[in-house]
């Protein structure tokens, strides 16, 4: 099994930035991608962006090109998404997303383990 605790959350104004950390632990040599998702109240969970742990491509939702970066220390298990230039419709749980075939963001399913999620809260 693997399992994944997402921290760093919090409140900040527009234009305000934010680092998320994903630590996994477990069996996690066999983890072939990391992701971050987001859901906000009453709408459907969203990938946000994707990397392969063995390195390579890495993949972003059109809403946060530019603003947010996806990187990983694999010798430490941690995942971190950089969120910059915040707006309040960034406003949402985050979670930290694992699985063992490929990086997609619109294949939740693909998906084996998850993390609790972190709240980030964007205010005008």
Do not use: H
Not at 12 to 29: D, E, I, P
Not at 46 to 74: C, H, M, P, W
Not at 86 to 112: G, S, V
């Amino acid at each position: 099994q693997v399992q994944l605790v997402e921290s760093g959350g919090g409140s900040v104004q527009a234009g305000g930035s934010l680092r998320l950390s994903c630590a996994a632990s477990g069996y996690t040599a066999k983890i072939r991608c990391m992701s971050w998702f987001r859901q906000a109240p009453g709408k459907e969970r969203e990938g946000v962006a994707t990397i392969y742990t063995g390195g390579g491509s890495i993949l972003y939702a059109d809403s946060v090109k530019g603003r947010f970066a996806i990187s990983q220390d694999n010798a430490a298990n941690t995942l971190w998404l950089q969120m910059n230039s915040l707006k309040p419709e960034d406003t949402a749980t985050y979670l930290c997303a694992a699985n063992i075939q490929m990086c997609r963001l619109d294949r939740l399913a693909f998906y084996n383990y998850w993390g609790q999620g972190t709240q980030v809260t964007v205010s005008s």
